[in-house]
């Protein structure tokens, strides 16, 4: 079983003392890739260091909406550049956050314009963070064209998710679908096309029930998988290749081979 944490951030302080010890126990538990969103420019020496000592960690660069405060109009510029010279697999993580009260929605969505323009530009997907702005966002992106991406958490309607497929998306599925309350979560993860879905942790955060309070890990994944297979009743291990098939389909390489693929899943000499 090959299982890919397609949104886990190992390079925060979280894990400072025992990320090597973090990955090693998420590989035996099953996981054969991670991608590691950015939240912001001080932080991608770091992110970028980390992925270069494991070829299982793929980097993707971006600015966090959640740090707003923190973002200089410079630091656009430097992620084009660093994206010329790093070639991650996605801009990320990007997007709009109207939950918390006080962020400037409209920095916010110059910056997330802007983001997409140099995803679109440099042809690489996306990375979304969206929470109470999924209108703006799909909006944003309609106008934006970029080539699709991963919407991170997906909390929203059965409609906005058709919508998010439509222009190229897949859907992140993480912790929250294994609390059984969670119950408009686990009848979307029910009702979508199989291809529309990834696996997630966000680890440190959104922790699975059997962790509550606890610090998230990527070797808590299979828990994730097993929670996806309760409620649609089909097999572990047809949901984990299948949803390893539409990371690296919606990422544009194997994440466990390291080749190129299209959009399909199919590889590209």
Same mark, same amino acid.
Do not use: K
């Given at each position: !079983?090959?299982?890919?944490?397609?949104?886990?951030?190992?390079d925060?302080?979280?894990?400072?003392?025992?990320?090597?010890t973090?990955?090693?126990?998420?590989? !035996?538990?099953?996981?054969?890739?991670?991608v590691i969103?950015a939240?912001e420019?001080s932080?991608?020496?770091?992110?970028?260091?980390?992925?270069?000592?494991?070829?299982d960690?793929?980097?993707?660069?971006?600015?966090?909406?959640l740090?707003?405060?923190?973002?200089?109009?410079?630091?656009?510029?430097?992620?084009?550049?660093?994206?010329t010279?790093?070639?991650?697999?996605?801009?990320?993580e990007i997007?709009l956050d109207?939950?918390?009260?006080?962020?400037?929605r409209a920095?916010?969505?110059r910056?997330f314009?802007?983001?997409?323009?140099?995803a679109r530009?440099?042809?690489?997907?996306v990375?979304?963070?969206?929470?109470k702005?999924h209108?703006?966002?799909?909006?944003?992106?309609?106008?934006?064209?970029?080539?699709?991406?991963?919407?991170?958490?997906?909390?929203?309607?059965?409609?906005?998710?058709?919508?998010?497929?439509?222009?190229?998306?897949?859907?992140?599925?993480?912790?929250?679908l294994?609390?059984?309350g969670?119950?408009?979560?686990?009848?979307?993860?029910?009702?979508l096309?199989?291809?529309?879905?990834?696996?997630?942790?966000?680890a440190?955060? !959104?922790?699975?029930?059997?962790?509550?309070?606890?610090r998230?890990?990527?070797?808590?994944?299979?828990?994730?998988?097993?929670?996806?297979?309760?409620?649609?009743?089909?097999?572990?291990?047809?949901?984990?290749?299948?949803?390893?098939?539409?990371?690296?389909?919606?990422?544009?390489?194997?994440?466990?081979?390291?080749?190129?693929?299209?959009?399909?899943?199919a590889?590209?000499?």
């Open positions: !079983m090959q299982l890919v944490d397609t949104h886990c951030h190992l925060l302080d979280a894990f400072a003392g025992d990320a090597d973090v990955i090693g126990q998420a590989r !035996m538990n099953g996981v054969a890739a991670f969103p939240v420019r932080r991608w020496p770091g992110l970028l260091a980390l992925c270069a000592r494991h070829v960690l793929h980097p993707a660069l971006g600015l966090h909406p740090f707003i405060e923190r973002h200089a109009e410079a630091d656009l510029a430097l992620l084009a550049q660093a994206i010279r790093q070639r991650p697999v996605a801009v990320g997007g109207h939950w918390v009260e006080g962020l400037d920095r916010q969505m910056l314009e802007a983001q997409l323009a140099i530009e440099h042809d690489l997907p990375v979304l963070h969206v929470r702005a209108e703006e966002v799909l909006g944003a992106l309609a106008r934006a064209r970029v080539r699709g991406g991963i919407t991170h958490a997906f909390n929203g309607s059965i409609e906005q998710a058709r919508r998010y497929l439509d222009l190229g998306f897949r859907l992140g599925f993480g912790g929250t294994t609390y059984p969670a119950t408009r979560i686990r009848a979307l993860a029910a009702e096309p199989l291809t529309a879905i990834v696996l997630e942790t966000d440190p955060d !959104m922790a699975p029930v059997a962790h509550r309070g606890e998230n890990s990527p070797a808590y994944l299979p828990q994730v998988l097993m929670s996806l297979a309760e409620v649609r009743n089909e097999n572990p291990l047809v949901l984990a290749r299948a949803t390893t098939r539409n990371a690296c389909a919606v990422l544009g390489v194997d994440l466990c081979q390291g080749e190129t693929v299209d959009a399909a899943g590889e590209v000499a």
